[in-house]
């Protein structure tokens, strides 16, 4: 383990131990970080103004760490040649979202050169939450609507399609508790745009959300309507088993940290 390891570990036991000062003894202690290194770096902290350190040697954290896109390198290439077999088995644009406020994010997707329509949602673009599309759906339907409602503006949702219909907070409710138990949902019918989507969700050992994955192609009329839904749910079922194993792999290996979180940002 390197020093960048050793200072991150200590950044994110002061973050999990939350506003309560915490000795520097006890970071030695639970982390196995040599009571000289941990000094060092808190020292160093302290220096640059990320911390409160007192003379009873307690520390007081005065940033916030905060993991913006939450996969980590290796996770990242099994997640990009994932995606890239389904485009190439099974012709169409598969996406890597992420939420960030509240807005949903692109943070990749393979691209099909022959598309009968074009997908503007590129790598970086961003989308409200508001539209309740199956994206929007499944996250939303996770926080559970105590804390929707507490966070959102429950007048504000809309139905995704050519419509675009606003909808009163009990029908939001409903259509977002519909799917607190799916891993899996759809707009069959497409958006605006004419873009069908197919979605599942990642989470963690722990539950927590890490990002949506979706098959995006064009609404078009298919021969069969169950079959075709029933491929792409086997399609990203079995993406979402794969990545699961990534995820379980990462979170029990070297020193049992989980390591599926990355890019961080060090707000002072």
């Not at 999990?16 to 040599?34: F, H, M, N, T, Y």
């Amino acid at each position: 383990m390197g020093p960048s390891d050793r200072l991150l570990q200590v950044m994110e036991y002061l973050m999990a131990a939350g506003p309560e000062p915490v000795k520097q003894v006890d970071i030695s202690r639970d982390l196995g970080i040599s009571a000289a290194t941990v000094n060092r770096i808190v020292r160093t902290l302290a220096k640059r103004g990320y911390l409160f350190h007192t003379s009873e040697k307690y520390c007081i954290p005065n940033f916030r760490l905060i993991r913006n896109v939450p996969m980590s390198e290796s996770y990242l290439s099994v997640l990009s040649d994932l995606m890239n077999d389904i485009t190439a088995e099974h012709s169409v644009s598969v996406e890597a979202v992420v939420v960030t406020g509240f807005d949903l994010l692109w943070h990749s997707r393979t691209q099909l050169p022959d598309a009968s329509v074009a997908i503007r949602a590129a790598r970086g673009f961003r989308r409200s939450l508001y539209e309740l599309d199956a994206m929007s759906r499944l996250y939303l339907s996770r926080l559970g609507w105590d804390e929707v409602s507490y966070k959102y503006f429950t007048g504000g949702f809309f139905k995704t399609g050519l419509e675009m219909k606003g909808l009163a907070p009990s029908e939001a409710r409903r259509i977002i508790e519909d799917v607190a138990e799916a891993n899996f949902d759809m707009d069959f019918d497409g958006n605006h745009v004419g873009v069908r989507r197919f979605s599942t969700i990642i989470e963690d050992e722990e539950g927590k959300f890490l990002h949506l994955l979706s098959i995006a192609e064009a609404a078009v009329p298919v021969r069969d309507k169950q079959e075709h839904v029933a491929k792409a749910r086997r399609v990203l079922s079995e993406a979402r088993a794969t990545l699961n194993a990534q995820i379980k792999a990462e979170a029990v290996g070297g020193d049992g940290i989980s390591k599926h979180y990355a890019n961080l940002k060090l707000v002072k």
